[in-house]
């Protein structure tokens, strides 16, 4: 089985940045996809942004130019740069981990962002 647990949430001002956290560990293959989702109050979770163990990248479209996903391979590690926050982003984001080699799909348990004057 996988775990994956996040961190590096909180509050922040509009226009302030955060840095997230999400370490992995567990029953990991090299070929995998790490992301981040988010979920706010009264909405459906989206996708936010995620990587391929290669390095390739899909972002949403709402958070391009403002959020920057990166991995560590080494450290089973992938981050998500916020910057330029806006109320907007105040949701509770999960790490998420999909692999070839194991038809489940894991969550974290979420990390609460808050974006707020």
């Known amino acids: 089985q996988v775990q994956l647990v996040e961190s590096g949430g909180g509050l922040v001002q509009p226009g302030g940045s955060l840095r997230l956290h999400c370490a992995a560990s567990g029953r990991i293959f090299s070929t995998n996809t790490m992301g981040w989702y988010r979920q706010a109050p009264g909405s459906q979770r989206e996708l936010v942004a995620t990587?391929?163990?290669?390095?390739?990248?899909t972002y949403a479209d709402s958070v391009k130019g403002r959020f920057t996903i990166s991995r560590d391979n080494a450290k089973l590690t992938v981050y998500l740069q916020l910057n330029s926050l806006q109320p907007e982003d105040t949701a509770v984001y999960y790490c998420?981990?999909?692999?070839?080699?194991?038809?489940?799909?894991?969550w974290g348990r979420g990390t609460q962002v808050t974006v707020s004057s």
């Open positions: 998420n981990l999909n692999q070839v080699s194991d038809p489940n799909s894991y």
């Open positions: 990587q391929t163990n290669s390095g390739t990248t």
